[in-house]
């Protein structure tokens, strides 16, 4: 799959690493994205929207992060979810680089 | 069996950006290398040299485990816990990035570079509380020996503790000194970076700033070829789960 835009929603609990991962994902020329707070905001913006990757970002427990995985299974069964860890720009690129790369998906 | 994976230091990432040079072994920030993701838990090892006077404006870290070790020059340290620390060569510096912090980072001189180790752990928890720690090494205890740094628990055997099973030694060798490492923990994988000198490690040869990593061993071998060789040893879990 070749995509023109990358979409991504990241859920974190800290507002102002939220912050800078929004302006981090939304500096990039192909990418887009929204930030969330929560696990159950994520499920809301998923029902309105749709995204390529959801990013799991500081606060959300594995637990939570197993119920997000079995909602969205219905909701937006091909989003991609993965953790993201760091809090920043040192691990935000490789991260989703390697994703898209798990899953042959090409940005052009 | 093990399993060697030798990163010489010139395949190495190279950031360059007039202030800071940064040479990354694992892919970080834009440089990006599918071969080069970490070696078990340990996902960030970067060589870094900050200009005089200059470092990184305040930025965010969240659930990583973060150890900077200067080689040369004083690097200033501020976080929104409260602390405004100095390290220097001869310290260690950890911060539990856990559920978030923020922090600054610059060389404290303006005349005079600051070379540092700046590396990164996956934890083995989730959202703990951020937490800095810095401890001053003994050196003298470093001569022909590998001498514990990091490790997982508070009150092991000195230096700091991090939210990991990790242990890391480092040593400052004769030539011709031999020591071998033994490993802490079934599961563990080592990987081996050379600071300065040359080593000859389970038979492979390597030079300043290379770095090694074994799987599937409990020991490993060790031997200084030149004076002055001072090596890291990083002992880290192979698989990375995380509870929460």
Known sequence: MVLDQL?????????????VLH???NGRENWTGKVVASTEEAI?????????ILLLCAGIPEADAAVIKERLA???PHIIIIRHFGGGSGLLESEIRAALDAHQIQLR | MATHTLHKADTRGNAEHGWLN???????ASYYNPERMGFGALRVLNDDTVAGGRGFGTHPHDNMEIISIPLEGDLEHKDNLGNTEVIRQGDVQVMSAGTGVFHSEYNKHADREVKFLQIWLFPNRLNVSPRYDQVTLDMAAMQNNLQQIISPAPGSHGGAWIHQDAWFHMGAFEKGRQVAYDLKKEGNGVYLFVINGSFTIDGQS??????LGIEG???VSITANEDNSQLLV???PMQVTQKS
């Open chain 2, 217 to 219: 061993t409990a020991q």
């Open chain 1, 44 to 52: 809301t913006a998923c029902s309105e929207a749709p995204y390529h």
């Open chain 1, 74 to 76: 219905a909701l937006q």
């Open chain 2, 22 to 28: 940064s040479r990354q072994t694992f892919s970080f």
């Open chain 1, 23 to 25: 302006r981090l994902i």
């Open chain 2, 206 to 211: 390597l030079e300043k700033r290379d770095g």
């Open chain 2, 234 to 236: 990083m002992e880290v």
């Open chain 1, 7 to 19: 979409h991504i929603l990241a859920a974190g609990h800290h507002q102002e690493i939220m912050q």
